[in-house]
């Protein structure tokens, strides 16, 4: 995948939102006068709704209007405004053609989103474990020792979303490997193992290491994924596109050589 950081100077990069590599339009912001910044909450939208007498279609979209907003990140009003008095100079806001995530820059910086580092997490990684990965390259710039220890953490979830106990990594990979696991991805699990233990105990990994090696982390994370999560799924969906007399007759099969073992 093309990698190219977020920058006020390009017109394409990999987004801060879903990393992916795509088209970014821009632009600049202008004063809206208002008394205080006002954030509606769902607890709002039934008594505003009374109010302003809103039809049952107009209440439901203010309902995800507030949603929207009750989830903190920026994003585009449907309404125009006409009562602006100035542009705000050295400010400016960078809109992605793929998820539409709205990001935030002051003159050279990207303010908001956090610039994350580090590979987007496989998609197949469930949610939960998936915002630890993304929280550890949140921190990646400011702590690498820190992210290494989320990674080891999401191997130790990882393992427990496979059916593992999840609290001994060194058991659950043993585990594993007898259910299947290739070895090139016990080998994975492995370094993640030793590099994030050693992380959390200062002085048993050379800090000059410590970038370097978060970094290969996520990719290693990733190889996991793919292994046990993204490979079995795929099979999985060819298979239940064979035709209904097909996976009979494999029924079938499987059920005469159970019997004659």
Same mark, same amino acid.
Request: glycine content about 6%; proline content about 7%.
């Given at each position: ?128 474990? $998936?915002? #630890?990965?993304?929280? *550890?390259?949140?921190? @990646? /710039?400011?702590?690498?020792?820190? =992210?290494?220890?989320? !990674? ?55 800090? $000059?290491? #410590?970038?370097?090696? *978060?970094?290969?982390? @996520? /990719?290693?994370?990733?190889?996991? =994924?793919?292994?046990? !999560? ?32």
């Amino acid at each position: 995948m093309k990698i190219v950081p977020p920058s006020i100077q390009e017109t394409a990069f990999n987004c801060p939102y879903c990393g992916a590599y795509t088209s970014q339009s821009w632009a600049g912001l202008v004063r809206d006068p208002i008394a205080t910044p006002f954030l509606p909450t769902l607890e709002d939208v039934e008594q505003f709704a009374i109010d302003r007498d809103l039809s049952k279609e107009k209440t439901e979209e203010f309902e995800e209007y507030v949603d929207r907003i009750g989830r903190g990140d920026p994003f585009l009003s449907v309404e125009q405004t006409s009562h602006y008095d100035r542009r705000i100079e050295n400010a400016w806001v960078s809109r992605c053609f793929n998820c539409h995530g709205i990001a935030v820059w002051v003159h050279k910086r990207l303010v908001y989103p956090g610039r994350k580092a580090g590979v987007a997490p496989n998609q197949d990684i469930p949610p939960e474990i $998936r915002g #630890d990965f993304e929280e *550890a390259r949140g921190i @990646f /710039d400011q702590s690498p020792r820190g =992210a290494a220890a989320l !990674l080891r953490l999401v191997i130790q979830k990882l393992c427990a979303y496979l059916g593992e106990a999840g609290k001994k990594i060194d058991e659950d990979i043993a585990s594993l490997v007898k259910k299947g696991l290739s070895p090139q991805v016990q080998q994975a699990l492995d370094v993640v193992r030793v590099i994030g233990n050693e992380a959390v105990h200062p002085g048993t990994i050379d800090l $000059r290491d #410590d970038r370097p090696t *978060a970094e290969r982390l @996520f /990719d290693l994370v990733n190889l996991i =994924a793919d292994q046990m !999560l993204t490979y079995p799924k795929h099979v999985q969906e060819m298979y239940d596109k064979l035709p209904a007399s097909k996976l009979e007759g494999i029924r079938k099969r499987d059920q005469r050589e159970k019997k004659s073992e």
